[in-house]
């Protein structure tokens, strides 16, 4: 089935550490999208890309880096200059132009730092 | 900037009692508006959208009707179910076409 998915679900890491979280998708999209959730908070919007090899800041970029190599992945790092990266981080895809608003969303990676 | 708000919760009802969840927004031109569904941990799934004024968005028994005059897009349903227990999010689209989400509602649903 066409879908997207995010690993790991679950990932702890120690202070200092760099983490990749991988993000993958069938479905043929062109954009593509990392948010960052906290508890009681909206989706805050990381990191996106509209095709390969391109992408842009969202309005929280700071401490995370990306690439788009490849039209089905956009895996996000997540670097020791994150000052509180403990959070849910989802994925998002849309098939169409950017301004469609559809987006499509994988299962999400909690990540914990230690 | 554009921006959006959404009540409060956590909301807590009774099965098939009246849910309203009000999500109003600023925005310039003509966004359009979606809301979004959370269950426990899971990502987020479309549960409804309108795209023009006045427009009327449908699914699961939930409604929400694209309100310009008063930039407002409010999530109903006229008998909840304790699987509807989950986060609403209302999320308009941008100046630049992207989505910006709303802070989040939890809806508990009791038996």
């Known amino acids: 089935d066409g879908g997207i998915t995010q690993s790991p679900k679950y990932l702890f890491r120690k202070e200092g550490q760099n983490v990749t979280l991988s993000c993958e998708q069938n479905?043929?999209?062109?954009?593509m999208y990392w948010y960052r959730q906290d508890p009681g908070q909206g989706l805050r919007l990381i990191y996106y890309?509209?095709?390969?090899?391109?992408?842009q800041k969202g309005d929280i970029a700071e401490g995370y880096s990306v690439s788009r190599e490849k039209k089905e992945s956009f895996p996000l790092t997540v670097t020791s200059a994150q000052k509180n990266p403990t959070a849910f981080y989802l994925c998002?895809?849309?098939?169409?132009?950017?301004?469609?608003?559809?987006?499509?969303f994988g299962e999400g990676s909690r990540l914990t730092v230690l | 900037g554009d921006s959006v708000t959404q009540m409060e919760g956590p909301v807590t009802l009774s099965e098939e009692a009246f849910l309203t969840i009000n999500c109003t927004y600023t925005?310039?031109?003509?966004?359009?508006l979606f809301w979004y569904v959370q269950y426990p941990g899971e990502g987020l799934q479309l549960l409804l959208k309108?795209?023009?004024?006045?427009d009327k968005g449908s699914n699961k028994g939930f409604e929400a009707t694209y309100r310009k005059e008063t930039t407002s897009f409010h999530l109903e349903k006229g008998s909840v179910q304790v699987s509807d227990s989950a986060v609403y999010f209302c999320?308009?689209?941008?100046?630049?076409?992207?989505?910006?989400f709303g802070a989040g509602t939890q809806v508990v649903v009791t038996p």
């Open positions: 999320a308009p689209t941008d100046s630049w076409g992207k989505l910006q």
């Open positions: 925005a310039t031109g003509y966004p359009s």
């Open positions: 998002a895809s849309t098939g169409g132009w950017v301004n469609t608003g559809e987006l499509f």
């Open positions: 309108a795209t023009k004024a006045d």
């Open positions: 479905l043929n999209h062109d954009a």
């Open positions: 890309s509209q095709i390969v090899n391109d992408f």
